[in-house]
């Protein structure tokens, strides 16, 4: 198995323990640089693998010489449904390596307020002993459940761009060849959006899985509390959600829609509550 990245993602100064409104903030600050951090790197490697999705199979697929434009999307979808271990295996290692790192320095934030606010004593009490050899089957078990829709959504998505493209094309009086090399022109810009919407989701998703198994494995009892993103740009249901505080085993409800951290779609969350959200979860004493 390759070796797993390390980042110094998050500050030391990292404090999970959001006690007041400038708390919270401060704790979405830090969650946000440690993602951003990782976005960088996921970025690059997820853009490598659309562009190579699309010279390989897509294009490819749209010079066969399709003699409709259904046809062609027809082709397309075989194409693009052909072989999903290349995503599986770049979304397992983006899980290992930012829950790994969230989940590792989540614990150490808890026991460390543990010591501040409780004494050394009852800290050194506090579970994380192995988290880092248990991380990898905590990332199995998620994904082994999530990581099929994860895929049909990315694969969903590229077909949806490919539609587009070729409607537009034949409304302009465009063959299906003349589509394709101009898409083939595109690709590496396309790729890196593509690539920067994939990675920003599913490091936010990964960040806050691995947060909250951090915070289980200190055998802690705490509340969760959702953080929503600072600004005007957060959607309003995500902003009406900002302190939603809860027993760590019961989950979040946003928009209807239950979620057990932001970026988690294991409950049946849609894409609204999904996609591009920068939301963190805060922890706090349980209040039962």
Same mark, same amino acid.
């Given at each position: 198995? &390759?070796?797993?990245?390390?980042?110094?993602?998050?500050?030391?100064?990292?404090?999970?323990?959001?006690?007041?409104?400038?708390?919270?903030?401060?704790?979405?600050?830090?969650?946000?640089?440690?993602?951003?951090?990782?976005?960088?790197?996921?970025?690059?490697?997820?853009?490598?693998?659309?562009?190579?999705?699309?010279?390989?199979?897509?294009?490819?697929?749209?010079?066969?010489? &399709?003699?409709?434009?259904?046809?062609? =999307?027809?082709?397309?979808?075989?194409?693009?449904?052909?072989?999903?271990?290349?995503?599986?295996?770049?979304? /397992?290692?983006?899980?290992?390596?930012?829950?790994?790192? /969230?989940?590792?320095?989540?614990?150490?934030?808890?026991?460390?307020?543990?010591?501040?606010?409780?004494? @050394?004593?009852?800290?050194?009490?506090?579970?994380?002993?192995?988290?880092?050899?248990?991380?990898?089957?905590?990332?199995?078990?998620?994904?082994?459940?999530?990581?099929?829709?994860?895929?049909? @959504? =990315? @694969?969903?998505?590229?077909? +949806?761009?490919?539609?587009?493209?070729?409607?537009?094309?034949?409304?302009?009086?465009?063959?299906?060849?003349?589509?394709? +090399?101009?898409?083939?022109?595109?690709?590496?810009?396309?790729?890196?959006?593509?690539?920067?919407?994939?990675?920003?989701?599913?490091?936010?998703?990964?960040?806050?899985?691995? +947060?909250?198994?951090?915070?289980?494995?200190?055998?802690?009892?705490?509340?969760?509390?959702?953080?929503?993103?600072?600004?005007?740009?957060?959607?309003?249901?995500?902003?009406?959600?900002?302190? @939603?505080?809860?027993?760590?085993?019961?989950? /979040?409800?946003?928009?209807?829609?239950?979620?057990? /951290?932001?970026?988690?779609?294991?409950?049946?969350?849609?894409?609204?509550?999904?996609?591009?959200?920068?939301?963190?979860?805060?922890?706090?004493?349980?209040?039962?």
């Amino acid at each position: 198995m &390759a070796t797993l990245l390390r980042l110094p993602a998050i500050p030391d100064s990292y404090n999970p323990v959001a006690e007041t409104a400038d708390a919270a903030v401060a704790h979405w600050k830090a969650i946000e640089l440690g993602r951003s951090r990782w976005t960088a790197v996921w970025r690059r490697r997820l853009a490598a693998i659309v562009a190579d999705e699309w010279r390989s199979r897509i294009l490819p697929a749209l010079h066969q010489g &399709a003699s409709s434009m259904g046809h062609a =999307i027809v082709l397309v979808e075989m194409a693009v449904h052909s072989d999903d271990d290349e995503w599986r295996a770049a979304l /397992f290692r983006l899980y290992a390596e930012v829950a790994g790192d /969230f989940a590792a320095r989540t614990a150490r934030g808890l026991k460390t307020w543990v010591a501040e606010t409780k004494g @050394q004593a009852e800290a050194d009490a506090v579970g994380a002993y192995g988290l880092e050899h248990r991380w990898i089957e905590v990332v199995g078990r998620y994904l082994a459940l999530e990581s099929g829709k994860k895929i049909r @959504q =990315i @694969q969903g998505a590229t077909l +949806a761009l490919v539609r587009h493209e070729l409607r537009r094309g034949v409304d302009a009086g465009e063959s299906i060849p003349t589509i394709a +090399a101009r898409l083939a022109k595109v690709v590496p810009g396309m790729a890196a959006r593509r690539a920067t919407t994939i990675a920003r989701t599913e490091i936010i998703s990964a960040s806050n899985l691995g +947060a909250r198994a951090g915070a289980l494995d200190t055998g802690l009892k705490l509340d969760h509390e959702w953080i929503a993103t600072p600004g005007p740009r957060t959607r309003p249901w995500h902003a009406n959600a900002n302190g @939603q505080r809860r027993p760590i085993d019961d989950p /979040f409800v946003v928009m209807g829609q239950t979620l057990m /951290f932001p970026g988690d779609g294991s409950m049946g969350a849609s894409g609204a509550n999904l996609v591009n959200c920068r939301c963190t979860v805060g922890y706090r004493p349980a209040s039962q």
